[in-house]
Nanobody, 124 residues
Framework: QVQLFESGGGLVQAGGSLRLSCTAS????????IGWFRRAPGKEREFVAA????????YYVDSVKGRFTISRDNAKNTVYLQMNSLKPEDTAVYYC?????????????????WGQGTQVTVSS
C-alpha cells in the first residue's frame, strides 16, 4: 500500500523560509512523479511543483518560480519543497501526491496517492 507523509509545515513571518518533506512508503520516488499542491481557505486546490523520478526534471507554477525549489533524496525516499521568501498568499495546507506516469502533470486528477497535508501559515 502506498502512503505519503508530509512534514515541515508551521508558522513563519513573511520573507521567511520553510522546508516541507514528503516521505513515501510502498513505492519508490525514483519512478513516476511526485507533486506538491496547496489549498488555501475558500480556494481551489492549486498545483505548486512537481519532480519526475527519472532524470529529476522539475516543474513549477509561475507564482513560486525563483522562491520554491523541489528536490529529492532517493536514499531516503523523500521529496522536499524548499520555500523561501514566503508571502502571506502562500498560506495554505500543502499536500504531496504521487503520479505513476512520467508526465509532469499540474492536474490533480492524475495523482493517485495523497498525503494528509501540512499547514503552512505566513504572517504579514
Amino acid at each position: 500500500q502506498v502512503q505519503l507523509f508530509e512534514s515541515g509545515g508551521g508558522l513563519v513571518q513573511a520573507g521567511g523560509s520553510l522546508r516541507l518533506s514528503c516521505t513515501a512508503s510502498g513505492r519508490t520516488i525514483s519512478r513516476g512523479v511526485i507533486g506538491w499542491f496547496r489549498r488555501a481557505p475558500g480556494k481551489e486546490r492549486e498545483f505548486v511543483a512537481a519532480i519526475r523520478g527519472s532524470g529529476g526534471i522539475t516543474y513549477y507554477v509561475d507564482s513560486v518560480k525563483g522562491r520554491f525549489t523541489i528536490s529529492r533524496d532517493n536514499a531516503k525516499n523523500t521529496v522536499y519543497l524548499q520555500m523561501n521568501s514566503l508571502k502571506p498568499e502562500d498560506t495554505a495546507v500543502y499536500y504531496c501526491a504521487a503520479d505513476p506516469t512520467d508526465w509532469l502533470n499540474r492536474d490533480y486528477r492524475f495523482y493517485d496517492y495523497w498525503g494528509q497535508g501540512t499547514q503552512v501559515t505566513v504572517s504579514s
